[in-house]
């Protein structure tokens, strides 16, 4: 078993070749002939990253010069415990891109022309403001919807709130871990939140099934599985590709892409038959272990292994690892899990795993969360929303407990069916035509739009769509929201800006609170300062600005409720029989499966493989392919082959080919061939992010092939509406046919 030197290979010597390679990169930065080892000559402010959601508390280091020199973590931080990711070290590079968003622009001819003029900010808020005070007096505030990801959403979902519009959606949900949530809210009343409470550090046996801990580089979790590692954990992974984490691991599956149900039921049958689920905790507090029971004798490791291609005896090998394990095992929810359309269900088995071996609540399974709450600004209580996205899909995703990203792209697109399509779109921080599957229909929807807002950092393929495009500065410049996640204790942490915007870029609340005050809204918005907000919340809960800024993260005692069940503890559940239901009563009301059964999902037609798609450590999906510091560890992906597909196709590495998926649509862009034994032979395998098409990002454009654009048959999950996004194949193509390139 390799310990955590082998698992996380980041040497000092790594770590500052990465900063000094990136801001050398940039130009924008020169050496200071003091010594770079004495803190002491460096002033450092308190920030938390926002390369991705992970949002690690560190110190941002300036040099004499007052120059942007490092980022490093803080080591009070539970979420990083002072060490910080690539991403997290390579943030720097974020803001020295020369690429960046420098000045509002305003379109000037057709959307989606990439034709903009330079305006002042003033112009460009009267624009916005003008544009929605009309929109709301011809079809009402409720037509207008935020899409967002990141720290600035909370301001502008603000600002949508107070002007009468709750249709906020995170693409997060639908595209990513909704289907765990509502699978877990379903089984025990509670979702796995986010960080996720997994209590990794002293589990003994941890389950990863399709989750590539160690390449999408969740910070805690990866040194929580390096501890658990070291202490002798066994760590079983289920994947068609043979990832980092899997030759890490002491059984790695290679499961047969879209069986992964089959499995799971067969180690439920398996841990129920032999008796090795953990009766006491069962009995205690499950509702419809008997219904489980008999529902899942049928699948068996021999009928398992016609569907999945795992060996009866790996099968019944594992299921006694994690039972010898329990209850101090995780059988992980994961992250990325809109799959095959039955995603819902599949999550809802692995929480039904979990729940038998008596992992929640438990010593190294998951843990009870604990939360710094903070009250919000006095302001005036919001509106009440005439209507919500949900009328748009009456009698459809009721399960789902947020707004629905994809559900409110097809709402906007005309249907006499609705009486009310959106007409409006806010877009923060988030790439949809990178993230929406289904490309052809996310750009007819922005097409419907009568305003088109995107606030970003940097070009983007939504950038060019937009009629009106807010540059924001990057968050090594600018205050936020107070972090206040899930963790073991509650804890904050503080983001302020270690210098002034460049150019003309401002932040999320100033850009919400100028267009508040423009559409007579301004009370709610009535700090003077984003300092004045962000002391008065501190003061409500014994700190204050001043004190943050010293300190950038601060730690307070847990509640009386303790982290784990008591021996003897009665726990009610937040769920429909106060138990832990493994027969969800919750389901069964709206006519779903109340246990998780397996149905077989469509094979790849002849002479195309299943597209398959992941994470690489340094980049978070496509929104670091353009940092200099990031793009020069990895500037374009490759596709994976199996060596008996590399021959039947005559392919060799570095091979140049587009690839076309089962509905003919080509990749914009050429990727290079990898021969690898660590694909199945009936998949290819990319990292997502690549194969930008906006000419504007001089390091990512035409680099690599985009999975997302090769994503056109999408599965929607019927309880939740999330988006199953690999049921899509592809083939090889030494040749790109002319077509036309979405850009």
Request: glycine share 8%; with cysteine; net charge negative.
């Amino acid at each position: 078993m390799a310990n955590r030197r082998d698992f996380i290979k980041i040497s000092f010597t790594g770590v500052a070749g990465v900063a000094a390679t990136g801001i050398t990169g940039c130009k924008m930065f020169t050496p200071s002939p003091i010594d770079p080892f004495s803190v002491t000559q460096y002033s450092r402010t308190p920030t938390y990253c926002e390369v991705c959601f992970w949002k690690c508390a560190g110190w941002v280091y300036k040099n004499q010069e007052g120059k942007i020199w490092k980022i490093e973590g803080n080591h009070e931080d539970m979420n990083c415990n002072g060490r910080l990711c690539p991403r997290g070290t390579g943030g720097v590079g974020m803001y020295y891109d020369e690429d960046r968003l420098r000045k509002p622009l305003i379109r000037q001819g057709e959307r989606g022309s990439q034709s903009f003029r330079e305006a002042e900010w003033d112009e460009a808020l009267d624009l916005v403001a003008g544009r929605m005070e009309k929109l709301a007096d011809e079809y009402g505030p409720e037509c207008l919807a935020l899409f967002t990801h990141g720290s600035g959403g909370t301001y502008f979902g603000d600002l949508l709130r107070a002007y009468g519009s709750v249709n906020i959606a995170a693409p997060s949900y639908a595209q990513c871990r909704g289907p765990r949530e509502v699978a877990f809210i379903a089984t025990f009343g509670d979702g796995v939140e986010s960080p996720e409470i997994t209590d990794i550090r002293d589990t003994r046996c941890l389950v990863l099934i399709g989750s590539h801990l160690g390449e999408n580089m969740h910070n805690g979790q990866v040194q929580e599985m390096s501890d658990a590692i070291d202490k002798g954990a066994t760590i079983i992974t289920v994947d068609p590709r043979f990832s980092t984490v899997a030759a890490k691991s002491r059984h790695w599956l290679p499961i047969r892409p879209a069986t992964d149900l089959a499995l799971l039921l067969t180690w439920i049958n398996i841990i129920i038959e032999e008796e090795w689920y953990d009766k006491d905790y069962v009995e205690r507090y499950t509702y419809g272990f008997d219904n489980l029971r008999e529902h899942v004798k049928p699948y068996t490791p021999e009928w398992a292994f016609g569907i999945t291609t795992i060996d009866p005896s790996v099968i019944r090998e594992t299921a006694r690892e994690m039972a010898k394990a329990s209850p101090a095992v995780i059988v992980h929810p994961g992250r990325h899990v809109t799959w095959y359309g039955d995603d819902t269900q599949r999550l809802r088995a692995v929480a039904i795993l979990n729940a038998i071996l008596g992992s929640w609540g438990r010593r190294g399974g998951f843990f009870r969360p604990a939360y710094a709450s903070l009250p919000r600004y006095p302001a005036p209580p919001f509106p009440e929303p005439g209507r919500t996205w949900r009328e748009a899909f009456p009698d459809k995703y009721r399960l789902a407990d947020l707004a629905l990203a994809s559900a409110i792209c097809e709402a906007t697109i005309p249907s006499h069916d609705r009486e009310c399509n959106f007409k409006g779109w806010i877009v923060n921080g988030t790439n949809l035509i990178e993230t929406l599957p289904d490309q052809r229909k996310t750009v007819e929807a922005i097409q419907n739009l009568d305003l088109l807002v995107v606030v970003d950092t940097m070009p983007a393929a939504i950038t060019g769509w937009a009629d009106v495009v807010f540059p924001e500065c990057t968050y090594l410049e600018r205050y936020d929201i107070i972090r206040t996640g899930p963790h073991r204790k509650p804890q904050i942490a503080l983001r302020m800006p270690a210098t002034e915007p460049l150019y003309e870029s401002k932040s999320a609340w100033w850009m919400a609170k100028e267009l508040a005050n423009r559409l007579g809204l301004g009370e709610y918005f009535a700090a003077a300062s984003q300092e004045e907000e962000l002391d008065w919340q501190l003061r409500q809960i014994g700190s204050s600005l001043e004190e943050m800024k010293r300190i950038g993260v601060k730690t307070y005692a847990r509640g009386a409720e303790d982290i784990y069940f008591g021996s003897d503890e009665d726990v009610l559940f937040p769920t429909n029989s106060g138990k832990i239901e493994l027969y969800s009563t919750a389901f069964a009301a709206e006519g779903f499966d109340p246990i998780p059964q397996y149905t077989p999902h469509e094979e790849p037609p002849t002479g195309y493989y299943r597209l398959n798609y992941g994470r690489a450590p340094m980049h978070t999906f496509g929104r670091t392919a353009n940092n200099p510091n990031l793009a020069d560890l990895m500037d374009e992906n490759a596709i994976w082959v199996n060596p008996k597909v590399a021959r039947e196709w005559g392919l060799e590495n570095n091979r140049e080919v587009w690839l076309m998926n089962q509905d003919g649509v080509v990749s914009s862009f050429p990727g290079r061939i990898r021969v690898t034994e660590r694909i199945r032979w009936d998949s290819v395998y990319l990292v997502h992010g690549f194969g930008h098409t906006d000419k504007r990002l001089t390091r990512a454009y035409g680099r690599g092939v985009s999975d997302n654009e090769l994503i056109t048959r999408v599965h929607t999950d019927p309880i939740m509406g999330g988006t199953g996004m690999r049921g899509n194949f592809v083939t090889f193509l030494f040749k790109r046919p002319e077509s036309e390139v979405l850009s």
